[in-house]
């Protein structure tokens, strides 16, 4: 019976999984208006039924989501915050941190089921947004507008130039830098279990060429570049690491001989490597007030901003989440923030000297602070959490030396 428990809770990880590629955020606000489209309510019930089942077991993690919570309160309060805008900004990147609270050990049991179930549930969903933006692609985003009818926040992401190859790839998941962002952890989940247990979960070749293709077709230039540096990184190792790199190598210049690249490549020769953040940052820095330890303008902060800015150049000058907590809130509640996304699992990785977490979780988070995502989309806190338990278990598994090749599992029983 306590097994069967056990594998149910399990499953609250999976259903998390499905809930942000499933019906995200994008599809989920098209048809719920206001602060509930915001609410993830397979999350939430899944989170409260790990809090409520392990409730005596919650650890020193809630002091820190707390902490969090009652300093962006007061934040909010001092500066005469809307409320809703503070229920908002709550549910998009604090409640969600809640799933800390419990550690995953208590809950996960069998670490390598859990690691390849995860992996299969998110390469089933990348299987099915790359197709979805080669067909929008070559139909001049048909799928975009059709879905748009009943979504209507996808029309937001409808470019003018529907031409092929002429516009950043979108998909049903919505903006084309949070979509690109799947297909770089997808890259990395797949290869990281691949190096480490000497067996892939899914055909290794076509996890670099859905990867390449995905991330090159939402024209983000600061992605194109870390795929292209973790390519290296993880082909650059045994025996025929040359022949590896080689073949990619001539696999980039098939794909741009067919114009894959032609858009990013045509990005980076119009448009800095930040597109703007940087110089947004030097007009509207010299008129902001010192980071305070705790204190900032709350919720107020782009409205404030945008009296004296165009909403262009506020937006790209905030582009970088850490930044945008910084004059919200002060610095204590964004390291805060960043010690329960980023720091506490780096420091474990860093602690272990395991140098493939190391580059593959120092590129989550450099990938996942280069946009602003983090402040406005809810499902992409949830899904950098999820990042973190997964890695984990994976650190976990490798550290006791439970990947053992060929015969690390049974394949029968991972379905």
Known sequence: MKIKVEKSYVNCYYIILL???????????????????????????????????????????????????????????????????????????????LLFCVNYNKIIKNKELFIVKSI?????FIVITFI?????????????????TIFPKLAE??????????FRSVSYLGHELYTKHFFIVFYILNMIYYSINTKSIMNIVAVHFISIVGVALSGSKIA?????????YFNFKGKNKFIKL???????????????????????????????????????????????????????????????????QVTAAFEYPFRMWLYRYGLIPTILILYQLY???????????????I???SVIIVETSTFNQLVYNPDFCIAVIMWNIILNCMYDLYQEKKFTGENSYDQKNIK
């Open 19 to 97: 809930s942000i590629l499933l019906f995200g955020y994008t599809m989920r606000s098209s048809l719920i208006s206001g602060v509930f489209g915001y609410i993830n309510i397979m999350f939430y019930a899944c989170m409260f039924l790990i809090l409520l089942k392990w409730i005596k077991c919650i650890n020193y993690n809630s002091f820190v989501v707390a902490a969090i919570f009652l300093l962006i309160l007061y934040v909010d309060i001092v500066t005469h915050s809307n409320f809703n805008q503070i229920v908002t900004s709550m549910v998009t990147f604090v409640f969600p941190l």
């Open 120 to 124: 299969k549930i998110l390469n089933f």
């Open 132 to 148: 979805y933006i080669i067909i929008d692609m070559i139909t001049g985003a048909t799928l975009t507008r059709s879905l748009a």
């Open 157 to 166: 992401y409808i470019p003018v130039n529907t031409g092929f190859l002429q």
């Open 224 to 232: 194109i570049l870390v795929l292209l540096f973790l390519m290296i």
């Open 246 to 312: 080689l073949l990619i190598f001539i696999g980039l210049l098939i794909m741009n001989s067919l114009g894959i690249f032609d858009f990013v490549i045509n990005r980076f020769k119009t448009t800095t490597l930040t597109t703007g953040r940087s110089l947004a940052w030097n007009i509207i820095s010299p008129s902001l007030p010192n980071i305070k330890l705790i204190g900032g303008s709350g919720e107020n902060l782009t409205a404030n901003l945008m009296n004296r800015f165009t909403q262009t």
């Open 343 to 357: 720091i506490k699992s780096f420091y474990k990785f860093l602690k272990g000297k395991n140098l493939i977490f």
């Open 359 to 361: 580059v593959s979780f």
